[in-house]
């Protein structure tokens, strides 16, 4: 059965620090999601991308997130100067349409020091 | 936007006996109601949906109800083992949204 892939399965970045997070969605999927879980809390929806664009964001998705889909097959996170309140763990998602079941990836563990 | 209240938090059941989630939602315009189980350090995995053109459907142990009206739904596992043992998550989608909104999650533990 496809999956979702993600990378790194955790990374460790000084605060302020750049950070890159990499995503294979499923390969015929065409929306594709970011969501964070904070330790001990709910699963929470960043942003979702679509035909190359930006879909949908929450209010957590702020001017330091970006997303791209840089070639093909990848989907990358990134947070450009990252802070202590960004230590969660992110999931990347895909689906084949925005009504159909999203598929997630086994997350990476983001931890600021 | 949409709000998901999951109950209970935990749940302890033992091995055999029907385990029971309850979720809420609040915007009448959700019309697509996944489950997910997450074990540990694991991915979120789809157990089973529910659209709201339904009222209940059944997967083998896992059944899922949904009251339109009431905006709830529900998630029934039956004959409980102990590779039940997870975090089970609730969440709603709104039509025209492409987000999930999740609830809290549920912890469940069977007992041998």
């Known amino acids: 059965e496809p999956e979702v892939t993600q990378t790194p399965s955790h990374q460790v970045t000084q605060m302020g620090q750049e950070v890159i997070l990499r995503c294979v969605p499923i390969?015929?999927?065409?929306?594709f999601y970011w969501y964070r879980q904070i330790l001990g809390q709910k699963v929470e929806f960043l942003v979702s991308?679509?035909?190359?664009?930006?879909?949908?964001k929450s209010e957590i998705f702020d001017d330091q997130f970006s997303v791209e889909r840089p070639d093909g097959s990848n989907f990358t996170l990134k947070i450009r100067s990252t802070k202590l309140e960004d230590s969660a763990m992110y999931f990347c998602?895909?689906?084949?349409?925005?009504?159909?079941?999203?598929?997630f990836g086994d997350g990476t563990r983001l931890s600021i020091l | 936007g949409e709000n998901v209240e999951q109950h209970p938090s935990t749940l302890s059941v033992q091995e055999g006996d029907s385990a029971v989630i309850k979720c809420t939602y609040s915007?009448?315009?959700?019309?697509?109601f996944p489950w997910y189980k997450q074990e540990l350090g694991k991915r979120p995995q789809l157990i089973i949906d529910?659209?709201?053109?339904?009222g209940e459907k059944k997967d083998q142990r896992i059944a899922v109800t949904l009251n339109k009206t009431a905006k709830h739904f529900s998630l029934h596992i039956t004959e409980t083992q102990p590779e039940d043992s997870a975090v089970y998550f609730c969440?709603?989608?709104?039509?025209?949204?492409?987000?999930?909104?999740f609830g809290a999650g549920t912890t469940v533990t069977v007992r041998a």
């Open positions: 998602a895909s689906s084949g349409n925005s009504n159909q079941p999203q598929h």
């Open positions: 390969s015929n999927h065409l929306y």
């Open positions: 991308f679509y035909n190359n664009e930006i879909s949908e």
């Open positions: 915007d009448s315009a959700s019309n697509y």
């Open positions: 529910i659209r709201s053109n339904v």
């Open positions: 969440a709603a989608h709104r039509s025209n949204d492409y987000k999930l909104s």
